[in-house]
């Protein structure tokens, strides 16, 4: 009894000393460092559409990405949320344009965009697969609406892979370079590639 005691009293004063020394240490470095700059704010997506188009714009592509997060997860219910979602960001982005570049181009996608997340919508939702060939449209559309409007810094990357759509293959957008594959969700999560940056 008296050896367990002991050594617990040892192992307390090793512990305190250990810590105590420790902060020490780190108070010492703490007055002795220089500081470390903050990072750079993160750049500002730009566009030919102006900050208030680019900000409508970014709102319709976090709104796919919804999307495309409910169908990597198989999951039908949420894949009619959130098409829902994208449906009316396209529509005001749609019905808000005001004179620009490429104005009948991008509205031409956008009616696109509306069209195939309307069929999403439409599709009972455990028919999944039939869902994933209608996000292949919506994916090509937003990525051309994109390309219209010159986006850039906007850290969206289209990713491709070459085995969807029955060895065909399509594309989708991410926020991420890591791939987290729409088309086959947990069958094959990693299978495809960066192809573009915006």
């Not at 396209?90 to 181009?105: C, D, I, V, W």
């Not at 449209?137 to 906007?154: R, T």
């Amino acid at each position: 009894m008296r050896i367990t005691i002991s050594a617990l009293l040892l192992s307390s004063i090793l512990f305190a000393s250990c810590t105590d020394s420790g902060q020490s240490a780190g108070s010492q470095a703490d007055s002795t460092s220089t500081p470390v700059p903050a990072p750079p704010p993160p750049a500002s997506p730009e566009s030919s559409l102006g900050a208030a188009g680019t900000d409508e714009l970014m709102r319709m592509i976090g709104a796919y990405y919804s999307l495309k997060d409910a169908l990597v997860a198989t999951d039908g219910v949420r894949a009619d949320e959130t098409a829902s979602k994208l449906m009316s960001a396209a529509e005001l982005f749609h019905s808000g344009m005001g004179p620009g570049p490429k104005k009948t181009e991008i509205q031409q996608q956008l009616q696109i965009i509306m069209d195939k997340t309307e069929a999403i919508m439409a599709t009972k939702a455990d028919a999944i697969e039939e869902k994933r060939v209608q996000f292949a449209g919506v994916s090509d559309a937003i990525y051309e609406v994109a390309k219209l409007a010159e986006l850039k810094k906007a850290g969206v990357y289209q990713q491709y892979c070459p085995m969807a759509m029955n060895d065909k293959g399509a594309y989708w957008l991410s926020d991420n370079p890591e791939i987290r594959n729409p088309y086959f969700g947990k069958k094959m999560m990693e299978c495809g590639e960066v192809r573009d940056s915006l």
